[in-house]
Structure formats: structure tokens, C-alpha cells
């Protein structure tokens, strides 16, 4: 058993290495041990080698693991040996080979890249030796051999080492099936390794990786199923797999045939995944890099470590997969602790950051995107993590300075992943982004929302959306807490390295580190709608310590009597020598901020409870607006928009309104409720300018926003002003009244009617109504008729609207239908009016069309006769070519002859039974006789009764037309072997009355003689 001499020593047997390299200590005593080993059995018999072997071993526990250490180096480095050692190993270790277990794992997880090509080869062969011997812990063997097969990449090495271990999977399959945690190991590992072997190359292994998860799923799909909802991300990556699209297919819609425990894909998106499956998809080397990164590196020098992980393992176009499976492990393994979070220890919102970057392929960096949400979607605050759900939000904020594109594509994918994720489940996903978002103002990761969803730096369509779909957070109910330092409470800062005053986190949370324990309120739910902020206050004394000492000693004075006065009158006396201070010349801009901090402290009292009056008069009013705060808004009022003093009023009320978002609102509130501020509305869009918003649009609708959380009445109130006063920014949208609608009882909705008719209230102007009536299909049905009302009470003709109808669905749009129905009822109908209402797609069950045709049958029908007769007749008239790829392609856009037909004759039936006689007017017996002679034999079979109607006019009317019946069967019994519809044509359009018509149109339908029956087209 005396292994070959090694050749040279510049390098180690077992791993590889050059003369500058130290010698490894693991190396070193592996080789050691194996001299022992040989020495033992130097020029003995096998059989006399095996006694002296086992003697040795007896002797001690330290001979014994020497002599297996010996024999496990000597099956490493000498092939030839391999199976002579193997099973003098099995003969002599007394602990069922936990020693070589220990000694593979170590080596796997340490020394794996550096082993010699043999030396790999010949630990792959053992870990197979050691399953098929079915030895106790081979599996965690296994698994950890596994962890080393890299995602994101194809070389040889890798391809090779995927091979070998699903062959040992494959061939023992048994074996795999005794152990629960192998089988959802093997499953999510080569689901994941599927992705990277698309090419032509690798198709047939991949097949074999197909086969084997299939058949796990399909088998033990509960063993499966303990992956959790990164079970189901995998499964989307490769539902285009035949085979995986049939699992995919019973994952959605038969659950029962994957297990009698499964109930569905719900099921299996609430459960979390542990952190076990996330880690197995980095190799260790990744792992330890990633470690170092998050716990050694600091902020601001990570550039040379990010440098050279991208140049290892994120270089080539197969590794844009990897950036998945690192992102889902930054955010669900790697938790650092407090004392961390607020170190200058390098981030994992910046790696996350830094991969999103990195990403070169839309598919990679919308399945990056996915990857960093993912936790989000069905998010419970009861068994998730705050840590799963953190990087996304402090990447999103943090790259708003310097890289406001990524912000804005997080955000974009943020609001179109609800609908899109999965739409069965769409209000669940919706549930659960609310829910990460709620719980993220909770733990303070953020202290509000509203300046990452309402930034000017995001364009316009994706405020729109953010504000749609999260309305709840696009303005700050409350103003942002600031940080104390002797807060009888130590909380601990976040990662926020630059911008620390942001938000920190709760001491109660103190147990990030180890998210399976952690502690949530259990049985809270925090709901954000109407809930008037009033009844969650406490009164405690304003603490403006932190402050008052930087301030000046004559600015602080006067801030020390506000603090410690309680008389209205004598703050208000304070305030205008406060403001007087701040308008002199020599004042010290820099003390501003700290300035606008002891205001809102010392004033928070004023921006609790309602603001308005309960009974509205202009004493009341004007007593309402004697509070301190309102002399600033005063003073601004009296001086002119060039005085230098206007300007710092404004900074002032912009600091202010960055700690006390309320300002805005109250502000509005002051212009249009004290006589002082007549006609003075206009400061507003000032004041919106000067904010860290800089913009009118988004200070507006998010003033607006925090009004309607706090104070119904009072939105209500400034509602007349602000349509009158900023008509742009209203009146083009339908965001400030899908606030409005939205909150408003049914006595405020017939109030904001009678200021509409009063004419003190415009909320409709013809050149928008159209589309934001489109807009308001998608809210709630109070929200869809207080808005109807709303639009009744102007005077907008209903023409102008019409057109919403070729958008409404019976079943989906019934509020709007039943609005427009009643108002069609008083109209008279014009032709456009007849044209959008035939226009809608016709339906047994849809009876909007007859319901109104029939009434206006009975109030107009000359009027309606003359318009039916020419929209039939100017339709028929249209070029069967033009006409027939019209109507297929959109029905929306084109009124079509068969729609008229269908709705004429749902009409006729409805009428069958009346006396009304409306079938019977000339206009209308004319256009379907008009019809008739020209359309094909399946119009006519299918519509026989009602051509039958116009049949039965002309032979009462017109006795010569009697005849025209004869030379229609003439040519039948001429040409019985010419198709019908040719001959019908023919023989109709050879009337004396139609023969304009007809003669320049039978030479094109004798060339159609071919054509299927019942087809106008070619």
C-alpha cells in the first residue's frame, strides 16, 4: 500500500500550490498521517497489513483517527489505491466513519477550489463510495457538496461537478427518499441550476435535471413543499419546460394531484423559506466574501472588495443568474445586528444597490427585482421578518440623490408586480405590500413614506400610479420623529450612514440577528384610512432641548416663553417678535432648521383635533385662525412678493413644513378662512415652491391627502377653493377627486352639488371629464356614483361623454351604466348619441342597448327612425373590405353593420308584444330593405325577420316589386351548380330601385364566387 513517490515539492499532494505558497497545516497533517499509515504497512501482506492496522487503532483514539486520516489521504492521492483503502477503512474505524465525515466537510468548505484535479475526482468518488454504503451523515456530506456547485456558471469543472452528484442522486434515489431534508435540497438546487443550462450543448443534462426534480415533485411533493414560496420563484424561472409547465399547471389549478395536504399556491407563498435554502446556492467561498463585505468592509472603501467579486464570479453573460440567488441571501441570511446597523460597516441596501447595477440583461434585472420583493408579497408581520423587507426600501431611498433610475424602476416594478404576480391572487400581494410598507413606518426603518413616493425627481405617470396604488403613505399623517438623545428609551440608529436623522429602529428589536425568533405584535393590525390621529395622542410637554441651545440668546428667550407659556394671546404676541427677529437683517439663516424643530415641537398641540369650526361663521372662522402659527401665514400675507422678507417667511414655513407636514393644509386653510388672506390663494403656490417638493402638483395633492386623513369636514370646506384657485392642477386628473369621493358621506356629497350649481364649485371642464370618468371605473361603487352626481350636477352636455361607452362591460361596469342610462332617458338622441349606444358589443345578457332604444322608441321614435336609416345606410354603404377588418379588429373604435343588425333585432323581439309601431315607419323599412339587397345569404338567414319586416312594406307599397321574387329563382333553376350567395346578391340588385347600387357591385361579387357562405370579406 506504499503510495508513489511524490515528483517535486513545489506542491502538496492534495492541493495546489506554488514554492511561495506556506505549507497548509491541513495538508501537512493529512500527509503526516499518511506516512504513519505506510509506515504501518510497509512490506506487509494485505491480510497482515489489515491485522496491524486494526491492533494500531485499538490503542488509542488518537492512533485511530491516524490511521483513518492516513488511509483517507492515501485514497485521495493515489487512484490506484482507492478501492484497496476504501475498504480497509470500512474494517478498521470504530465511530462509523465520523471522522472522515468531519475531515470531507471541512475540506469542502475550506479547501474544495484549492484540491488537485485527482484529488477532487477521488473525494467526489468517496462521498459515492460512502452513500452507497449508506452510512449515517453521508447526506450532510452530500448537501454540503452540492453547496459548491456555483449558479451562473458552465466551465467544465462546474458542469462536471453538477453531473456527478446528480448521478449519485439519480442512482441512489432510494436512499434520497429516506431523508426529507436531501430531497428538498436536490429540488431546489437543480431547479435553480436548470436556468443556466439553456445552451445547445447542455440540453441533454438538463433533461436529466428535469427528470429528477419532476419526479421528486411529483413524488414527494410535502417533503417539497418545507422550501416554502422560493419553491414557487424557481418553478416560474423554468414553467416553460414542458414538463415543468404541467407541475406548474396542477400547482395552480390541481393542487390535489401534487398531495391531499396541499390546498393550494396560496398555501405555499405564506411560507417563508428558511435561510438553509437560500444559503445552499452561494459556494462558501461566495458565502465568506459576502460576510466579510457586511460585517469588515466600511462604507465608502468597498470598491476594490466589489472589484474583485465581480471579477471572480459576476464576469461572464451566464453569471447574470447569480445576482438572484446573492440578493435573496443579502436579504434573508444576512441580518446583522444593531451594533452593526449603526457602525459604518458597509450597508446591504449598497451591495444590493451595486448588484442591481451590475445586471446587463432586462431578464436578470427584472428577476433581480423580483428576487429583492419577493419576501414582500405575502409579508405577515406575525412570521416574517423586518430584516427580509428592509434593503428594498433603504435601497429605493437611498439611491434617490445619486441614482434616481434605479429608485424609479424599483418603484415601477414595486406597483406593477401587484397586479401582475399572479392575478387570482392579486388582492393578497396587494395585502402584503401594505403590509411590509406598514410595518416598515413601524420599526421606523423609515419615518414616512411620502418623500420617496412623491418626489419631483420620479416623473409624473409614476407619482400617478404610487399614489393610486399606496395613497395611504404618499402624505405623512404625522410629522417625523426626531431623534433624542435622552429619550428615556435608547433606540438604536439604522444603517442610514448619511442620513441618520431618517428613522431608526426600536430596541424591542434588538433581535435581528436571529430572525426565527423573532418578537412581532401579535394580534395588531395597523389600518391607515380615517382614523383620525387625534384619538392616538398623548399630551406631553414639548421637549426642545436638543434645540434651544443652538439657537441665539435673543431667538431663544422668546422660544423659552413660548415653552412656558399657556395663554393664546401671549404666544401670538411671542410669534411676532419672533418673526420680527427672523426678518432683520443680521439674522443667522443657518439657525432656521433648528428654528422650524422647536416650533413644531412646541406647536404640535395646534395640528391635533379638527380645525374647522363646528359651527362655521365668520367670528368662529376667524377665531380659528388666531393661533401662533398662523402669524407667520399673516405676515406673509401683508408683505409683497419682492420683499426680501417674503422669502425667508417662506424658507421658514418650508423648514417647518419638513418637520410638521400639516402646515400645508392649515395654510390653505388660513388663505380661504381669514379676511386678512382675501384673495391672497396664490401664496400657496409660492409656499409649494419653496418646500423640498418644489413642485405645485405634488404639494397640492399631497397637502390635500393628509386633510382627508385628519379632517373630512375641513377637505370639504377648501374643496370650492382649491378647483377655483388651481384649476391646472385639478381639474386635469381625477386624483384630488378620488380623494374626495373617497371619504365623503352622502350630506357632504349633496353640499359639494349644490356649490356645483351654485356655480362656486367646477370640478368637470369638457376637454378632461372624458378621461377622468375612464379613470373613475376602477374605484369603489360609492366613489363611482357620488362622482356621477357630481358630473350631473354640471353642465356639461352629456355628448361629451358619451364615448366612455364603447369602454363600459356589463359586468364589470355596472355603476356607470346605470348612471348613463337614467341620463340617456331625459335626452333626446342625437345620431352620435344612436351611434355609441348601438356601438357596444351586443350580449343576451347585456340589455342596456334595447333598454334605451326601447324608450326612445316610445318618446322619439321619428327622431331615432332618421337616425337608425342613416347610420344603417352609411354603413352599408362602406366597402365590405374596409368594413369587415374594422369590426375585427376593434369594436370599441367602429360601429359595424352585424352590431346594428343584432341590436335591431333584440329591439324587435322586445317590441313583439307591444303595440308600439316603430318597425313600422318608412325610415326604417327603407334601411333594411337598403340592407337587405346588398348584404350576403348568412346575414339574411340569420336576420330573416327582420328583413321580413321591410318585405311585407314593399309589397304594400310598391306592387311592381312583386315580381322580383321570380327572377330570384330564375337563375337557381338556370345555374344550379353556382353557389347561392353569388346568385341572391345578383337577383336582389337587379331592382329597377336599387340599380345605381347594384351595377358597379355585381361585376366584384361574381369575381367572389368562391368565398365561404356567410363571409362579407375576401
Known amino acids: 500500500m506504499e503510495p508513489s ?66 488511509l483517507f489521504t492515501i485514497l485521495l492521492t493515489e487512484t490506484s489505491q482507492a478501492q484497496r483503502c476504501y475498504r480497509d477503512l470500512t474494517l478498521v474505524n470504530r465511530d462509523g466513519m465520523n471522522v472522515i465525515l468531519i475531515k470531507i466537510n471541512q475540506i469542502l468548505m475550506e479547501k474544495f477550489l484549492k484540491l488537485q484535479d485527482n484529488c477532487r475526482t477521488q473525494l467526489v468518488w468517496l462521498v459515492k463510495e460512502l452513500v452507497k454504503s449508506g452510512v449515517i451523515g453521508a447526506d450532510g456530506v452530500l448537501m454540503t457538496l452540492m453547496k459548491q456547485i456555483a449558479g451562473g456558471d458552465i466551465s467544465n469543472k462546474n458542469i462536471w461537478l453538477a453531473e456527478s452528484v446528480l448521478e449519485i442522486l439519480v442512482e441512489q434515489r432510494e436512499w434520497v427518499l429516506k431523508s426529507g431534508m436531501l430531497i428538498a435540497m436536490s429540488v431546489y438546487t437543480y431547479l435553480r441550476l436548470i436556468v443556466d443550462h439553456g445552451t445547445p450543448g447542455l440540453l441533454t443534462f438538463r433533461q436529466r435535471e428535469v427528470d429528477f426534480c419532476m419526479g421528486l415533485i411529483r413524488e414527494r411533493f410535502m417533503e417539497c413543499f418545507i422550501i416554502g414560496r422560493d419553491l414557487v420563484r424557481l418553478l416560474q424561472n423554468v414553467a416553460r419546460i414542458p414538463e415543468m409547465d404541467l407541475i406548474w399547471r396542477d400547482l395552480m389549478h390541481n393542487p390535489q394531484n401534487l398531495s391531499p395536504q396541499f390546498t393550494g399556491i396560496l398555501q405555499l407563498l405564506t411560507s417563508r423559506t428558511s435561510r438553509k435554502f437560500l444559503a445552499c446556492r452561494l459556494t462558501p467561498d461566495m458565502e465568506t466574501k459576502l460576510l466579510f463585505m457586511t460585517s469588515r468592509v466600511r462604507f465608502g472603501q468597498q470598491k476594490r472588495y466589489q472589484d474583485w467579486f465581480q471579477r471572480q464570479y459576476l464576469s461572464t453573460a451566464e453569471s447574470q443568474s447569480l445576482r438572484c440567488d446573492l440578493i435573496r441571501y443579502i436579504c434573508g441570511v444576512v441580518h446583522p445586528s444593531n451594533e452593526v446597523l449603526s457602525s459604518d460597516i458597509l450597508p446591504r441596501w449598497a451591495i444590493i444597490g451595486w448588484l442591481l447595477t451590475t445586471c446587463t440583461s432586462n431578464v436578470a434585472a427584472s428577476n433581480a427585482k423580483m428576487a429583492l420583493f419577493y419576501d414582500w408579497l405575502f409579508f405577515n408581520p406575525e412570521k416574517d421578518s423586518i430584516m427580509n423587507i428592509e434593503p428594498a426600501i433603504l435601497v429605493m431611498h437611498h439611491s434617490m440623490k445619486p441614482h434616481p433610475a434605479i429608485t424609479a424602476t424599483l418603484l415601477d416594478f414595486m406597483c406593477r408586480i401587484i397586479p401582475n404576480f399572479f392575478p387570482p391572487l392579486e388582492g393578497q400581494v396587494r395585502q402584503g405590500v401594505f403590509n411590509s410598507l406598514t410595518f416598515i413606518m413601524e420599526k421606523r426603518v423609515l419615518a414616512h413614506l411620502a418623500p420617496l413616493f412623491d418626489n419631483p425627481k420620479l416623473d409624473r405617470e409614476l407619482r400617478s400610479m404610487l399614489r393610486e396604488r399606496f395613497p395611504e403613505f404618499c402624505s405623512s399623517p404625522s410629522p417625523p420623529t426626531e431623534v433624542k438623545m435622552e429619550d428615556s428609551v435608547p433606540l438604536e440608529m439604522d444603517n442610514h450612514v448619511l442620513d441618520k436623522e431618517d428613522g431608526c429602529y426600536d430596541n424591542t428589536d434588538a433581535t435581528f440577528s436571529d430572525d426565527e425568533e423573532e418578537l412581532n405584535n401579535k394580534g395588531k393590525k395597523r389600518e391607515f384610512r380615517f382614523h383620525q390621529l387625534k384619538e392616538t395622542y398623548i399630551d406631553e410637554p414639548a421637549d426642545i432641548t436638543p434645540f434651544v441651545d443652538q439657537l441665539d440668546e435673543a431667538l431663544k428667550e422668546r422660544v423659552l416663553q413660548l415653552q412656558k407659556g399657556s395663554d393664546t394671546e401671549t404666544h401670538c404676541e411671542v410669534m411676532q417678535e419672533i418673526v420680527d427677529l427672523i426678518l432683520e437683517e443680521d439674522f443667522d439663516s443657518e439657525q432656521m432648521s433648528t428654528l422650524a424643530s422647536c416650533m413644531a415641537e412646541l406647536f404640535k398641540s395646534h395640528f391635533r383635533g379638527d380645525v374647522l369650526p363646528d359651527e362655521i361663521t365668520e367670528e368662529s372662522l376667524e377665531e380659528s385662525v388666531c393661533k401662533p402659527v398662523c402669524l407667520i401665514f399673516r405676515n406673509l400675507c401683508q408683505m409683497q412678493e419682492d420683499n426680501s422678507g417674503f422669502s425667508v417667511l417662506l424658507d421658514l414655513l418650508a423648514e417647518l413644513y419638513q418637520k410638521q407636514p400639516k402646515i400645508g393644509y392649515h395654510l390653505l386653510f388660513y388663505l380661504k378662512a381669514s379676511k386678512a388672506a382675501a384673495g391672497k390663494m396664490s401664496l400657496y403656490e409660492s409656499f409649494a415652491q419653496a418646500t423640498a417638493l418644489g413642485d405645485l402638483h405634488t404639494c397640492l395633492m399631497m397637502d390635500m391627502k393628509a386633510c382627508q386623513e385628519d379632517d373630512v369636514r375641513l377637505l370639504c370646506y377648501l374643496t370650492p377653493s382649491i378647483y377655483s384657485e388651481f384649476p391646472d392642477e385639478t381639474l386635469r386628473s381625477g386624483e384630488l377627486l378620488n380623494m374626495i369621493v373617497a371619504v365623503i358621506d352622502s350630506a357632504q356629497l349633496q353640499e359639494l352639488m349644490c356649490h356645483v350649481m351654485m356655480g362656486n364649485l367646477v370640478m368637470f371642464r369638457k376637454d378632461s371629464v372624458l378621461n377622468i370618468l375612464i379613470q373613475s371605473l376602477d374605484w369603489e361603487t360609492f366613489e363611482q356614483y357620488s362622482t356621477w352626481q357630481l358630473f350631473l350636477a354640471h353642465s356639461i352636455p352629456l355628448e361629451t361623454i358619451t364615448p366612455i361607452l364603447q369602454h363600459l362591460k356589463h359586468k364589470e361596469h355596472p355603476e356607470a351604466l346605470s348612471c348613463l342610462l337614467l341620463q340617456l332617458r331625459r335626452e333626446k338622441p342625437s345620431e352620435e348619441m344612436v351611434k355609441m349606444v348601438l356601438s357596444r358589443p351586443f350580449h343576451q345578457e347585456d340589455q342596456f342597448t334595447t333598454s334605451i332604444l326601447r324608450h326612445w322608441a316610445a318618446k322619439h321614435d321619428d327622431l331615432l327612425g332618421e337616425h337608425i336609416k342613416a347610420l344603417l345606410i352609411k354603413n352599408n354603404n362602406m366597402p365590405r373590405k374596409r368594413q369587415s377588418l374594422r369590426s375585427s379588429s376593434s369594436k370599441l373604435a367602429q360601429l359595424t353593420l352585424e352590431q346594428m343588425l343584432e341590436h335591431l333585432d333584440s329591439l324587435r323581439l322586445n317590441l313583439s308584444n307591444t303595440k308600439n309601431n316603430f318597425f313600422s315607419q318608412t325610415p326604417i323599412l327603407q334601411a333594411l330593405q337598403h340592407v337587405q339587397a346588398s348584404c350576403d345569404e348568412a346575414h339574411k338567414m340569420r336576420f330573416s325577420d327582420l328583413f321580413s319586416l321591410a318585405e311585407d312594406y314593399e309589397d304594400s307599397t310598391k306592387p311592381p316589386k312583386s315580381r322580383r321574387k321570380a327572377p330570384a329563382s330564375s337563375p337557381r333553376s338556370r345555374k344550379g351548380a353556382t353557389p347561392q350567395p353569388c346568385n341572391e346578391e345578383d337577383s336582389a340588385s337587379s331592382t329597377a330601385s336599387e340599380e345605381e347600387d347594384s351595377k358597379p357591385k355585381a361585376p366584384k361579387r361574381k369575381r367572389k364566387v368562391s368565398s365561404a357562405v356567410g363571409s362579407d370579406s375576401d
Open 5 to 70: 513517490p511524490a515528483k517535486g515539492k513545489a506542491q502538496g499532494r492534495l492541493l495546489v500550490s506554488t514554492s511561495l505558497d506556506a505549507k497548509d497545516e491541513l495538508e501537512e497533517r493529512l500527509e503526516r498521517c499518511m506516512s504513519i499509515t505506510t509506515s504501518i504497512t510497509n512490506g506487509l501482506s494485505e491480510r497482515e497489513a489489515n491485522d496491524a492496522l486494526t491492533a494500531h487503532v485499538c490503542k488509542s483514539p488518537q492512533q485511530h483517527e491516524e490511521v483513518c486520516l492516513g
